[in-house]
Nanobody
Framework: QVQLVGSGGGLVQPGGSLRLSCAAS????????MGWYRQAPGKQRELVAT???????NYADSVKGRFTVSRDNAKNTVYLQMNSLKPEDTAVYYC??????????WGQGTQVTVSS
């Protein structure tokens, strides 16, 4: 019954910003680590950012200083604020979450395209 739904992707010019959201729904007893991954065409999925329940974060070197991951535990939601976007940020972005202490779930992905 548990699922993650990501949203907020779209087309943006270089230097622009987007905020992605990913909300967990269903029977939720607890959510541990949450994060964002991305996959560009012809590339493997890579880590973008992660955040623990208490807010400890880590980022890929390629996005440090530009992206910020946050979460709202009351809403079972994780966010990714993306600033100073570059064409190389273009990818499908996937939410990830460890839910109910047992399973890891993935969102369906949301497309981010950075182009002038």
């Amino acid at each position: 019954q548990v699922q993650l739904v990501g949203s907020g992707g779209g087309l943006v010019q270089p230097g622009g910003s987007l905020r992605l959201s990913c909300a967990a729904s269903g029977i939720i007893f607890g959510i541990g680590d949450m994060g964002w991954y991305r996959q560009a065409p012809g590339k493997q999925r890579e880590l973008v950012a992660t955040i623990t329940f208490i807010g400890s974060t880590n980022y890929a070197d390629s996005v440090k200083g530009r992206f910020t991951v946050s979460r709202d535990n009351a809403k079972n939601t994780v966010y990714l604020q993306m600033n100073s976007l570059k064409p190389e940020d273009t990818a499908v972005y996937y939410c990830n979450a460890d839910i109910n202490g047992v399973h890891t779930y993935w969102g369906q992905g949301t497309q981010v395209t950075v182009s002038s």
